[in-house]
């Protein structure tokens, strides 16, 4: 995974740092008090794609999005809810997404088919779209150009903060922009945390092209993240341009380029606001035999419960980082040629080289693990390629927030 | 998986129930003060297989077993012992092997290669095998027939009892006995839990039919009971049998029935004394299309930190099982026909029912859940196969001993 060397800036605005793009979100219903529901609309239409979740049990909002990707291009209107997952809820949960949609439809004078929708929150709870209705009239009035932050606290579950982004860049002598909110690893009433984000440019792409820029970036970004090893049941990027500024496909890669940066940079807000994080931990592997074998290893060190556990302790437990190695499915693997090492910005420390322990001053690693922002450096001394996985570290606050009942 | 219908005593003596096994647990220097070092005697010597942790990191004990029990069928002696890993200790750790083997052949006045070695503790931190060569005199003058619980003893880490297993049953007209005693879920020192298990038995089959037997007993037993997904350097299990009773090898499905009960009542041992365990979690699953399915879906629903820490605070929390369920492997998944039942001592609770949300008491949910035997039913109703995992539930004590610094 690289980091693009195109020159970015990051801008403010959110999603409507770019043209074409208002939001609002506000309370309705599906929460107790905290704003619940986020309108994205795009007056002049825009051409969306997405990623969905690979649990095999999908919410009704995702099975619907899915659908209707495949079957148009151009959009003009994005409802997101949280409070409720809308998933498990049978012909109701359907209907349910057929009602919203249509709802805003006519609302915004659009047709039914240009809006999408996600849920985010309790699985198997019948909707309430009462107060949803009631508050449809605020929800599209509102709509404005400086709207992202209410649309971004709207998507929030247990996140501690909204989070948005916004780049500026070049692209094929065009200055090119990039907006998004994203939400995650939260979980106060609902039953797990889901990741939802939504991201706007103003570049020309086709469907296919875009579509094709958001796989490649989601790989190396949200599919390298990960909390506690779940998959919820609603997860969904959505990538929407509003076609400001027309883009050649010859510039497909450098479009990918800064997209693979937005979208990594999205992902460790996630990581670092996750729950009862106390640390943001990065696993880099180098030097394994294949890319499969890197970041199979990376993503079963960032899974080990007992490596997040230690890594909360700030104990530099190399042992469960190479039983954790052993443990993966990565088809090269020489136990004697594994070299770890421990990171952060204040230092680093060798505690296994070529699958042997070296002494060293645990003093000086426990002052190293005590950062914010740690690094499990792992070199398998078996071929060319590398791999990175972000995750956080596993704490008592973890097990509590979990732990709570859901009402 | 299902509990032989052969009559089986369960009867005193742990290994020492078995003719011809004596054993004997002392403190050496391992660990600060408990016991440590455990030996195993058998003196007219036993016919020995064993089945080993599948991580790729072994443990120089595990790879010198495995290539013991390749070359040889009998054996006179097994030691183990706990507050050192012995793994990742290159050339040294290979060595001290030997130095192990021969220094307690010598003294039984045996072949070093009759002896099998374990070993469980911290990895990568050299053996000091000075404290064993004291202790060495002390541990084989008191083998005895009365010493199983001292063995069993010194194999424990942060288990916090010892653990020991006899039986007494018939095959083929003569009365066979088992004795076992076994380890794991523990750490304090070490740094992670390791699993050992050492079964004896007088039915006298030759190495092939015992490993037959013990691979067929280990996977509907061992190797369906997950603690927290991560697989130690060391698990080791093995079977020996003293060969005091010959038995055909028609007998040998019966003999692998009664192993197989026993094996799955040491499995629950574990999962009952897990770190931090406040709760014995059995997840069941009925009518899948495939074995291979049912045990998949088991075994994700059992290794989500969500569903255990849901567990731990006895709430029904359906969805993150329904979650789990999607994120398996199994092949054959039909969302909308899953149900879903929390049961234990107290009644049970049907939460979902073909994929839909059924309204229930919350307060009769806890109270089932709040039992410390509880069983997550699922039924997949897209087939004929069932499969079962055990596990425990996940406590803010789990994190807390985990998290514990090393030292």
């Known amino acids: 995974m690289q980091i693009t060397e195109k020159k970015v800036s990051v801008i403010s605005g959110g999603l409507c740092a770019v ?4 939001a609002n979100g506000i309370h309705t219903g599906f929460k107790a008090q905290d704003k619940d529901l986020a ?3 795009f007056p002049d239409g825009a051409t969306v794609t997405g990623v969905f979740t690979r649990n095999k049990v999908k919410a009704h909002s995702v099975l619907y999005d899915m659908k209707m990707i495949k079957a148009y291009t151009d959009f003009k209107a994005i409802l997101v809810n949280s409070g409720n997952a809308n998933a498990c809820n049978g012909l109701n949960g359907e209907e349910d997404v057929q009602s919203m949609t249509s709802a805003v439809a006519q609302k915004l004078n659009i047709d039914a088919h240009e809006v999408l929708v996600s849920s985010t929150g309790v699985i198997g709870e019948p909707m309430n779209l009462k107060p949803f209705y009631a508050g449809l009239e605020s929800l599209v009035g509102g709509l404005n150009t400086a709207g992202s932050t209410s649309a971004a606290e709207a998507i929030m579950t247990t996140d501690t903060v909204p989070k948005e982004l916004s780049f500026e860049t070049e692209i094929g002598g065009e200055t090119i922009h990039f907006g998004a909110i994203i939400k995650g690893a939260g979980m106060i009433h609902p039953n797990m945390g889901t990741m939802l984000s939504y991201i706007v440019t103003d570049a020309g792409l086709s469907q296919n092209a875009l579509n094709t820029a958001l796989k490649s970036a989601a790989d190396d970004s949200f599919n390298v993240m990960t909390i506690d090893g779940d998959t919820s049941t609603n997860d969904t990027v959505l990538l929407a341009s509003t076609n400001k500024v027309m ?4 510039y497909l890669d450098e479009f990918t380029a800064v997209l693979t940066a937005m979208c990594q940079q999205l992902s460790q807000m996630i990581a670092r606001d996750a ?3 106390t640390k943001f931990v990065t696993v880099k592997v180098v030097n394994a035999a294949t890319k499969s074998d890197a970041v199979s290893v990376a993503k079963t060190v960032a899974t080990s419960s007992l490596v997040k556990t230690a890594v909360y302790g700030q104990d530099a437990n190399w042992g469960r980082v190479i039983m954790a190695i052993g443990n ?9 040629a594994i070299t770890i090492k421990f990171a952060s910005g204040e230092g680093e420390v060798l505690v296994c080289h070529e699958g042997l322990a070296v002494p060293f001053d645990e003093g000086r690693a426990f002052n190293i693990l005590s950062n914010t922002d740690v690094e499990i450096f792992i070199d398998l001394n078996t071929g060319d390629y590398s791999g990175e996985v972000w995750t956080c570290d596993m704490s008592v ?6 732990a709570d009942y859901r009402s």
Request: net charge negative; hydrophobic share 30%; aromatic share 6%.
């Open 19 to 22: 043209e074409g793009v208002e």
């Open 39 to 41: 309108l994205i609309y």
């Open 247 to 250: 883009l050649d496909e010859s």
């Open 275 to 277: 729950e009862g994080a």
């Open 328 to 336: 993966s499915d990565a088809e090269t693997l020489n136990p004697n």
């Open 397 to 402: 606050d973890y097990v509590k927030i979990n």
